[in-house]
């Protein structure tokens, strides 16, 4: 037959909870100190220049297509400050900083980090390339196309000293010390990250020189055997390019810090990648 248990009087129930409360406490240990919040990421590329901005720079360039947009922007890049070409080498560690190690930057055609000290002309140092080759034109080092950080960029001694001044295009051998370049007689491919980077910059070269400044009218065209003509090549091939590999962050903040710190003018083709099309 059950049983029907008894009620536990109210007084033991308070006993009973209490002792395992205490029990509890004595288990817990001691109370830390709150966590100091921790510091917000920082990037070495962290540059940005508002939409807004950017949308009333290029203003008196929207709705043209052709030719009436290559003036237009000619027009508005070519208003611009300058550096010497001393200048270029601090401009440089500024304009390429490595975003995970703000004492290096990052080459062009080998994409490694190097220390952004470690400059000059020696093997396995990094000096300043100008993708946009000086002696097609034969602007040398002057102030003006042979100073523009939009087409100077820091490269391996010996890649640089390989690539030379040869147009650009697709195919060749392997070049040692930098993977996923190739190279042959008279042109050179980079590396598919910066093939996109490569082309709108020798476009912007394109449209920002054109013959006035006392500069050479720089012109690209679909050829391979440029010399020291003002041109360099192969349009065909950079159109490709800048359709392949967009714009990315790198690039974008490339972009952001020389309008913000030195030359003040932009390269419309990291902003408007479209234009390419509209334009050849």
């Known amino acids: 037959m059950s049983r029907t248990p008894l009620p536990i009087p109210r007084t033991a129930t308070l006993v009973a909870a209490a002792v395992a409360a205490c029990a509890s406490v004595a288990l817990l240990p001691p109370q830390?100190?709150?966590?100091?919040?921790?510091?917000?990421?920082?990037?070495?590329?962290?540059?940005?220049?508002?939409?807004s901005v950017v949308a009333d720079y290029y203003a008196d360039a929207e709705g043209k297509t052709g030719a009436a947009?290559?003036?237009?922007?000619?027009?508005?890049?070519?208003?611009?400050?300058?550096v010497t070409y001393d200048g270029v080498w601090d401009a440089l560690?500024?304009?390429?900083?490595?975003?995970?190690?703000?004492?290096?930057?990052?080459?062009?055609?080998?994409?490694k980090s190097i220390a952004a000290s470690d400059h000059g002309g020696n093997?396995?140092?990094w000096n300043r390339e100008h993708v946009w080759?000086?002696?097609?034109?034969?602007?040398?080092?002057?102030?003006?196309?042979?100073?523009?950080?939009?087409?100077?960029?820091?490269?391996?001694?010996?890649?640089?000293?390989?690539?030379?001044?040869?147009?650009?295009?697709?195919?060749?051998?392997?070049?040692?010390?930098?993977?996923?370049?190739?190279?042959?007689a008279d042109s050179f491919e980079p590396r598919d990250a910066v093939k996109g980077d490569v082309a709108r910059m020798i476009l912007y070269m394109d449209v920002r020189y054109d013959g006035g400044d006392g500069f050479p009218d720089l012109e690209v065209n679909d050829s391979v055997d440029n010399g020291t003509n003002p041109n360099i090549g192969k349009i065909s091939v950079l159109k490709k390019w800048s359709d392949e590999d967009p714009p990315d962050a790198f690039e974008k903040n490339r972009n952001d810090v020389i309008y913000n710190d030195y030359q003040h003018n932009r390269n419309p083709f990291i902003d408007?990648?479209?234009?390419?099309?509209s334009i050849w």
């Open 93 to 111: 560690v500024d304009t390429d900083r490595d975003p995970n190690n703000s004492s290096n930057v990052i080459e062009l055609y080998t994409g």
């Open 32 to 51: 830390a100190a709150p966590a100091a919040p921790a510091a917000p990421a920082t990037s070495a590329t962290s540059s940005t220049t508002p939409a």
């Open 123 to 125: 093997v396995g140092q």
């Open 69 to 82: 947009l290559a003036s237009a922007l000619h027009t508005i890049i070519s208003d611009q400050d300058t």
């Open 133 to 184: 080759a000086k002696s097609h034109g034969d602007f040398g080092t002057a102030t003006g196309p042979g100073t523009d950080l939009h087409h100077l960029r820091p490269a391996d001694v010996q890649v640089n000293s390989i690539r030379n001044n040869k147009d650009f295009d697709e195919g060749g051998s392997a070049v040692d010390g930098a993977p996923g370049n190739y190279t042959d």
């Open 272 to 277: 408007h990648p479209e234009w390419v099309d």
